[in-house]
């Protein structure tokens, strides 16, 4: 059932107790869409990490059925957005923290998971550390992995051979005099990569840093009104184009000449908002800008400059998401695989494929395997979970669509002697703490007290 006394007062026994989500019923296929922020391809299979929990899938490209294949270790198991970026790199993939703890690795062949720890911040520090919004993006450079800052303060460079960091931060002082908001954010969402450059677009100023990957040496460029802040970048073989974070104009940018434009003719009906965008990239003589809380999805001729609604990704704000509302009504995530573009808006993914003209919507369901593992998974995760009990109510499951009450006593009936002693005990032993009268005489006890504050 829903949380009343009766749960409390029923954790006495020790035995489980989950607490009920009415809308998991066999109808609600969006219980199950996988949403996810980091799609990539490597060796003809998408990989992403699960945008709401711990864990890593691999799914056919032509079915969109996904295959669970393992967690994290020493990561929280209800984890959201752990990762924020993945790179494919001689076979192995390496993992981007956002609200992980630490960088991983898998090994597709081996069928293994490595972690590689980071350092604390320290020294400059120009803007907030969110520990949840580690790095923003990742690009691989020769034998090295570049892992792009959100909030911790230095680029990362991760030796591939050897598993060193490096950490490159003397940008700092310079971009931290261009902010008057300590609170935001240094880059997001994606960078690009021309030769040894590494460009990124400065969500906390007008700036983009052009940050050289072989010498560690960086460029900052202001470019266009002091109040524009840009959320991404993308390139079009000649010019950089940016998205705004918030309001303002899409600029055009010619790094050589150091000259922009700035559009802001925009479609009528549209709306900006705090984060507007997400992504920005460019495709087919377009640039495609995707909202996260503007409420239309745009692309931009680049001949022309013209800024026109997309279409073919406008989509009416999905108010029965899998995401909560605060994570946004339209994108959390877009990118480009073999020209194609990708879109999710956390319940199903848009794609485009400009060159054979197809259009393609999709909600990514894990396969039937992979439903038993993510049941047999969430329930050892709870388990664990119980270890650092405080309270009788951290000894309490709760429904979801891969734990749900057949699944729970199907669990009990099958678990060892050993698991269901070590649980319950505890469970009692809590409850007993916490119970200041645990052999059934609290109405008596209540009593008494009430009697004593009113007669005396």
Known sequence: GDWSSLVAL??????????????????????YALAFENLIEAQGIFWFTSYNFNALFKMDMQTWKAEFVGIFADEDPNGS????????????LYFAPLSAKEIAKYDPEQGSFEKISLREPQGNI???????????????????IFFVPCSYPAIVRLDTSTNQLDYFSDW????GQLTTDFNEIYFWHKAVVIGSSLIVAACNSNAVLVFDMETGAYTLHQIGNKANRFSDICHDGTDFWLAPRNEGPIVKWN????KWVEFGEFPEGYVSGKLSFN???YLDGYVWLFPYRANKALKVGIQDGKIVVAEEFQQPIDTNSCLPEKYGGYYISACMQRATLYAHTGKKVVCVDRLNGINRQEIVLPSLEAKKALSSYSFINAQNSFN??????????????????DRLIYHILHRCESEESSADNAQIELFRRTNAMPEGNSGSGILSYCKQMILH
């Open 10 to 31: 029923y954790q006495c026994t020790g035995k489980p107790v989950m607490i009920q989500d009415v809308d998991v019923v066999p109808q609600n296929v969006n219980l």
């Open 81 to 92: 957005r752990l990762y924020s970026c993945i790179i494919s790199h001689e076979g192995k």
């Open 126 to 144: 120009k803007s907030k550390y969110w520990p949840g919004f580690k790095f923003s993006t990742a690009v691989q450079y020769k034998n090295y």
């Open 172 to 175: 700092l002082d310079e971009l």
């Open 255 to 258: 790094m050589e000449s150091n």
């Open 279 to 281: 992504d920005i990239i």
């Open 388 to 405: 650092d009990s405080k309270t009788v109510y951290d000894y309490i499951y709760f429904e979801t669509a891969y734990s749900d009450l």
